[in-house]
C-alpha cells in the first residue's frame, strides 16, 4: 500500500489576510504563547526531577491555537479540552502558580491535587476541564451548548481535541446532536498529526478532518494553526455564528507539537524523523510573530528579552509556589468523592 | 390510599420534580413523541414541551455526554436508556465523568444526574437483553444507585434521585412497571437514598434482597409463613450506598441469613452482603450464609432454560430451608 504521507490538498482558504490587530494585540500573543512555552519547558524539567508525575503532556508548538481562541472569548463563555490542557488553562487566564501547584499535586492546585495535569478545572473561568478520556469530552461540550439554549443564553462553548479523537465514535454522536439541535459549540480539531504515535495517515481514512462537518450539516474550516492570527479570525467567525444563529462550527487547526506525545516518548526518531521536526519547527508561532513583530519595528532583540525574563520569572514564581505548596491533607482522600449538600427538602 | 402501578408512580416523579424545578428535563430514546418506550414519561412531552422532555438518537454514549454536559452547566437532567443494557455503551460518561467529575475537580463540578432505565431481564429477551447490571454499577465510587422495588419505592427515591447533588443511577425492572401497591397522592414521597427497608418482619432467617428480587422475596415469605417460618425480609433500596446497619441488625436478629439477588455470582450484591455479614456479625451466626442468584451463564431464550436460569421462588425456599437446617438429608 502506498504511504500517503502528503497532506490533503488545501480546503477552502480565505483569500483575504487573516486581521493582524494592533500593536496591543501582538504584544498580548507574543506574551500569552510565550508564557505557555517558558511554563512548560519548566514543566518538562519539573516532571525529570520527579516534581510531576504520571502523564505530562505538552503543547509546545501549538501555543497559537490556545492564544488565539481566547482573544475572542468572552469571560461567560466555556472552555473545555482534552488532557494536552495547560497551554489552553493558562491563555483562559488560570494563573501559572495554580496550574504549577496542580502538576505538583499540591493542595494550591487548580483542582487541589487530585486532578494533576490531564485534570485541569477552574469555574471562575468556566474552564470545565481537562478529560482524559479520548473524545470524551466531545459530548459534554454539545451537552453544555444544550444548557445554553435551555436557559436562553449566548454563551458559547468551545472544545478543543486533537485529530485522533475523531476517529472514536463519541466525536460523531456528539456533533450529530450538537447540528440537528442548533447547540452554540465550535470544535476545534487540534490537528498535529499524530495520535500518540500513530500518524494519521495510518490511523485515518479520511485525512481531511474538517471534511466531517459536511456528514453533520455544519460549517466546516481548516485553518493554519500556527498562525494566531489566522486562528483568531477563523475561531472569531465561529464564535459569532454560534452566538448569533446559534450553530455549530467544526474547525480544523493544521498544527504541530514540537515534543513527544507525553513525556515518555521521543520526540524524533521513532515514528516520525528528525527532518520532519526541523521543517516543521520553521514554522514555530512564537517565532513567526516575533518575526512579523522585528520586522514591523514593533519589537527588538532587547525588548524581547526583557518580555523573556518577565515571563521566565513568573515561572520561576510558580514553580517556587508550587515547590512551597502543602500536599494535601491526608482527609481530602475521601473528600468531594460526594457532593455533601443534598438538594433534598429545599 | 390509591393503589397505581410502578410506571405511574415514576411518571409522577417526574412530573412533579419538573414542576417543582425548571432546571430538571428528561431526554432519551423516544421519550418524548413516544410517550416513552415503556411509557414512563406519557404526557410529559405535552405538559413540559420539546426544550425539557428531549427525543434523542439512538446514541447512548453522546446524550449520556450531554447529560454530563448540562449538569456542569447548572441544570438538573433525567437521562432514560431505553435499558441499562443499552447503557453499556454509555458507560464511558457514566464512569468516566459523571462518578468523577467533583472529585477530580475538588469539589468545583458536582454532578447532579440522574440515569435511569429498565435492568435485569424480562421474558424471553435472550442474551443481550437481560442482564442486571448493579453490580457493575455500585462499584463505582461517585456514583449512588438505587434499585426500588415497588411503586412507593419507585416515587420516592426517583424523586430523591432528581434532587440529590451527586450523579444517581436508578434502576428500575421491565418486569416491575405493571406491578401495583399503594402510594398516597396527599403527600411528599422523598426516601432518603442509602437507607434499607424491612418489608417483612420475621426471626427465622434473613432474606436480604433488592430490587426486582423484593416481590420474590416476599412470595416466598408469606409461603414459608404457612409453615410457620417467619423470613425477615430486608430490602437494599439503595445498592450503593449499602445499608449495613439494618443489615447486621436483620442477622443479629435471626442468625441466619440468605442473600437473594438478579445477577450472577461472581462479585455480585450478595458477594459484598456477606462480606459486611461476616465482618459485622460473625459471632451471631448458625449458619454459612447462602446465596441465590442468576445461573453463571448468558440469559437463554429457551422458556425452560430461562426459567432455569433466574432465581425463583424454589431456589429461595431451597436456601433458606439449607441455613435453618431443615433438609440434613
Same mark, same amino acid.
Given at each position: 500500500m502506498a504511504k500517503t504521507k502528503s497532506r490533503p490538498a488545501p480546503s477552502r482558504r480565505r483569500t483575504r489576510p487573516a486581521d493582524t490587530g494592533d500593536v496591543d494585540l501582538r504584544r498580548e500573543f507574543l506574551r500569552s504563547m510565550l508564557l505557555q512555552r517558558r511554563f512548560e519547558e519548566r514543566s518538562a524539567e519539573a516532571y525529570a526531577l520527579g516534581k510531576i508525575g504520571g502523564f505530562c503532556h505538552l503543547y509546545i508548538g501549538q501555543e497559537a491555537i490556545s492564544t488565539g481562541a481566547m482573544s475572542v472569548l468572552r469571560e461567560d463563555d466555556y472552555v473545555i479540552t482534552a488532557y494536552r490542557d495547560h497551554g489552553l488553562a493558562l491563555a483562559r487566564g488560570m494563573t501559572p502558580r495554580s496550574v504549577m501547584a496542580e502538576l505538583f499535586g499540591r493542595s494550591d492546585g487548580c483542582s487541589g491535587g487530585k486532578g494533576g495535569s490531564m485534570h485541569l478545572f477552574d469555574t471562575s473561568i468556566n474552564f470545565l476541564g481537562g478529560h482524559g478520556i479520548v473524545g470524551g469530552h466531545i459530548p459534554i =461540550?454539545?451537552? #453544555?451548548?444544550?444548557?445554553? !439554549?435551555? /436557559?436562553?443564553? @449566548? +454563551?458559547? %462553548? #468551545? %472544545?478543543?481535541?486533537? &485529530?485522533?479523537?475523531? !476517529?472514536?465514535? =463519541?466525536?460523531? &454522536?456528539?456533533? !450529530?446532536?450538537?447540528s440537528l439541535w442548533k447547540v452554540p459549540v465550535v470544535f476545534i480539531i487540534e490537528n498535529n498529526r499524530y495520535g500518540m504515535g500513530t500518524a494519521i495517515w495510518r490511523a485515518m481514512a479520511n485525512q481531511d478532518v474538517r471534511t466531517h462537518a459536511a456528514s453533520y450539516g455544519m460549517t466546516g474550516e481548516s485553518v493554519d494553526g500556527q498562525d494566531v492570527f489566522a486562528v483568531r479570525d477563523a475561531i472569531s467567525r465561529a464564535v459569532e455564528r454560534a452566538r448569533g444563529e446559534k450553530t455549530p462550527t467544526l474547525l480544523e487547526m493544521r498544527t504541530y507539537r514540537f515534543v513527544g506525545h507525553s513525556m515518555s516518548d521521543a520526540v524524533s526518531g521513532t515514528y516520525r524523523t528528525k527532518a520532519e521536526l526541523e521543517t516543521e519547527m520553521k514554522r514555530d508561532p512564537i517565532q513567526q510573530l516575533k518575526a512579523r513583530m522585528q520586522e514591523a519595528g514593533e519589537i527588538d532583540d532587547e525588548a524581547f528579552k526583557a518580555l523573556d525574563d518577565e515571563l521566565k520569572a513568573i515561572v520561576q514564581d510558580a514553580w517556587d509556589? =508550587? @515547590?512551597?505548596?502543602p500536599e494535601p491533607e491526608l482527609d481530602a482522600l475521601y473528600s468531594n468523592v460526594y457532593a455533601e449538600d443534598s438538594a433534598v427538602g429545599d | 390510599?390509591?393503589?397505581i402501578t410502578y410506571r405511574d408512580a415514576l411518571n409522577h416523579a417526574l412530573r412533579e420534580e419538573m414542576q417543582r424545578d425548571d432546571r430538571v428535563f428528561l431526554m432519551g430514546e423516544e421519550v418524548a413523541e413516544y410517550n416513552g418506550a415503556y411509557k414512563v414519561s406519557k404526557g410529559l412531552l405535552d405538559e413540559f414541551g420539546p426544550m425539557r422532555v428531549v427525543d434523542t438518537p439512538i446514541a447512548e454514549l453522546g446524550f449520556a455526554g450531554v447529560g454530563v454536559g448540562a449538569a456542569m452547566a447548572g441544570l438538573r437532567p433525567v437521562i432514560e436508556f431505553m435499558t441499562w443494557n443499552f447503557a453499556v455503551l454509555a458507560l464511558d460518561q457514566v464512569v468516566n465523568s459523571a462518578a468523577k467529575m467533583l472529585y477530580m475537580s475538588d469539589g468545583q463540578f458536582p454532578?447532579?444526574?440522574?440515569? /435511569?432505565?429498565?435492568?435485569? =431481564?424480562?421474558?424471553?429477551?435472550?442474551a443481550q437483553h437481560s442482564q442486571a447490571w448493579e453490580s457493575w454499577l455500585s462499584h463505582i465510587p461517585g456514583l449512588k444507585v438505587v434499585t426500588p422495588g415497588t411503586p412507593y419505592d419507585a416515587k420516592g427515591l426517583l424523586k430523591s434521585a432528581i434532587r440529590d447533588e451527586n450523579p444517581v443511577l436508578v434502576l428500575e425492572g421491565e418486569m416491575l412497571y405493571n406491578t401495583k401497591g399503594d402510594v398516597p397522592d396527599d403527600e411528599e414521597i422523598v426516601i432518603p437514598i442509602g437507607i434499607a427497608e424491612r418489608k417483612r418482619e420475621g426471626d427465622h432467617c434473613s432474606l436480604i434482597t433488592n430490587g426486582k428480587m423484593v416481590l420474590l422475596a416476599l412470595q416466598v415469605a408469606d409461603k414459608l409463613a404457612e409453615e410457620g417460618i417467619r423470613v425477615d425480609v430486608i430490602d437494599l433500596r439503595t445498592v450503593r450506598p449499602m445499608d449495613v446497619n439494618l443489615i447486621a441488625d436483620s442477622v443479629r436478629r435471626t442468625n441466619r441469613a440468605? #442473600?437473594?439477588? &438478579?445477577?450472577? &455470582?461472581? %462479585?455480585?450484591?450478595?458477594? +459484598?452482603? #456477606? @462480606?459486611?455479614?461476616? /465482618?459485622? %456479625?460473625?459471632d451471631y451466626l448458625d449458619a454459612p450464609v447462602v446465596r441465590v442468584h442468576q445461573a453463571d451463564v448468558p440469559m437463554p431464550y429457551a422458556k425452560n432454560l430461562e426459567r432455569a436460569a433466574k432465581p425463583d421462588a424454589a431456589k429461595t425456599i431451597a436456601a433458606i430451608r439449607k441455613v435453618m437446617y431443615l433438609d440434613q438429608d
Open positions: =461540550a454539545a451537552g #453544555v451548548g444544550f444548557a445554553i !439554549n435551555y /436557559r436562553k443564553g @449566548d +454563551q458559547v %462553548c #468551545v %472544545c478543543f481535541f486533537g &485529530e485522533a479523537a475523531v !476517529n472514536i465514535g =463519541a466525536f460523531h &454522536e456528539a456533533l !450529530n446532536m450538537a509556589f =508550587a @515547590d512551597a505548596s | 390510599m390509591p393503589t454532578m447532579p444526574i440522574v440515569f /435511569r432505565g429498565p435492568n435485569g =431481564a424480562a421474558l424471553q429477551l435472550s440468605v #442473600v437473594l439477588e &438478579e445477577g450472577w &455470582e461472581l %462479585c455480585g450484591i450478595g458477594a +459484598q452482603v #456477606v @462480606d459486611y455479614v461476616q /465482618r459485622e %456479625c460473625f
